[in-house]
């Protein structure tokens, strides 16, 4: 195995058929290699995992920190005091980690403020800017590129 990538609702095993044993088999690598995770998968036994937590994420909203914020209420006949209030008062759940090393997307956004990514990405998103995409929310951990909009920012 190479490499693990955990996804929204699967998981990428990366493997090197050459190194994988042949044993006494002529089957591919590939079904050798499935063979052996699906009895690893098997083997598993219930852990309790430990409870959430909760993070408060301080943000900063509109104007240069959230040049989307406007739009963002527009799109939905809301205000950009009724988006934030919609933002703010929600609770979120971490789905998954991905894009880019430490982006949570999280889920939880109200349906009222759900929107479609940007049509054209911008080149760079600041570190810590708050952004919608689709019905999901999350935090840029680092300067990037990104089509969600951009509702905010958190130091």
């Known amino acids: 195995m190479i490499e693990l990538v955990p996804a929204f609702a699967s998981v990428a095993v990366h493997y090197e058929p050459g190194a994988v044993p042949n044993g006494d088999s002529q089957s591919t690598p590939h079904a050798r290699f499935a063979a052996a995770i699906e009895g690893r998968l098997r083997r598993l036994v219930d852990e309790s995992i430990l409870p959430p937590r909760t993070v408060e994420i301080p943000v900063c909203?509109?104007?240069?920190?959230?040049?989307?914020?406007?739009?963002?209420?527009?799109?939905?006949?809301?205000?950009?005091?009724?988006?934030v209030r919609l933002h703010s008062g929600a609770s979120y759940?971490?789905?998954?980690?991905?894009?880019?090393?430490?982006?949570?997307?999280?889920g939880g956004l109200p349906e009222a403020i759900a929107?479609?990514?940007?049509?054209?990405p911008r080149m760079a998103v600041p570190a810590g800017s708050v952004g919608?995409?689709?019905?999901q929310t999350g935090v840029y951990p680092l300067t990037l590129p990104g089509g969600w909009r951009l509702i905010g920012r958190t130091p």
């Open 61 to 83: 909203y509109g104007n240069e920190y959230g040049p989307d914020l406007e739009e963002v209420g527009q799109l939905h006949d809301l205000t950009s005091d009724e988006v």
């Open 93 to 106: 759940r971490v789905y998954m980690l991905g894009f880019a090393p430490g982006f949570a997307y999280m």
């Open 115 to 120: 929107t479609a990514r940007r049509a054209a």
């Open 132 to 135: 919608i995409g689709g019905s």
